[in-house]
């Protein structure tokens, strides 16, 4: 009996397909999610992603359906194209967590973002277009040091205490909650 023939390498190669789809699927929704300013998943799925897909075209090009490697193959290379413009389309940006909450600060150049942040997703939870991190003496426009402390919070409102190495050394500003 061929390994081709064979019933258990069949459903090894259609589990390994069908998972492949739902690995692709994720990506791009997981990239969506990011570039619309959803969530952010943090789990890091990309190897477990790449080696699924690489066993599957493995899988697929042993077994002779060539249909079915073509889709796979041509979805893995559009969807890691669809990342890379995904992350490199976004602003650079640093992060650092605020003392006395669980949340993080997110700043570019501009505005500025609470994140709130478990162990599989980021959340924006408040923004604001701001100049706080401007700087004309870096390349990248941002400040290369800040440092955030939460004053107090509110069910509308978060009060921060901003001490960053731009123009302006220390700031207390406001930020609204982003209603659900």
Known sequence: MSLI???????TTQFFFVFSLLMIAFSI???????FEIIEITLTYH?????????GLLLLAI??????FFLILFLAIGNFVFVIYVIL??????EEPIKN?????SATSHQYKILKQNCCYKKVIAEKPSGIFFTPDMKTGSV?????????????????EIET????QIVIDTLNKIKK
């Open 89 to 94: 389309s976004e602003p650079i940006s640093s």
């Open 5 to 11: 023939n064979n019933k258990s390498f069949q459903i």
């Open 144 to 160: 290369a040091y800040f440092d955030v402390k939460l004053i107090s919070e509110s069910p509308e409102m978060f009060i921060l």
């Open 165 to 168: 190495s731009g123009k302006k």
């Open 29 to 35: 929704a997981d990239a969506l999610l990011r570039d």
């Open 101 to 105: 909450s669980n949340y993080l600060l």
């Open 47 to 55: 190897l477990v992603w790449l080696c699924v897909i690489l066993i």
């Open 63 to 68: 077994s002779k359906k060539w249909k079915s």
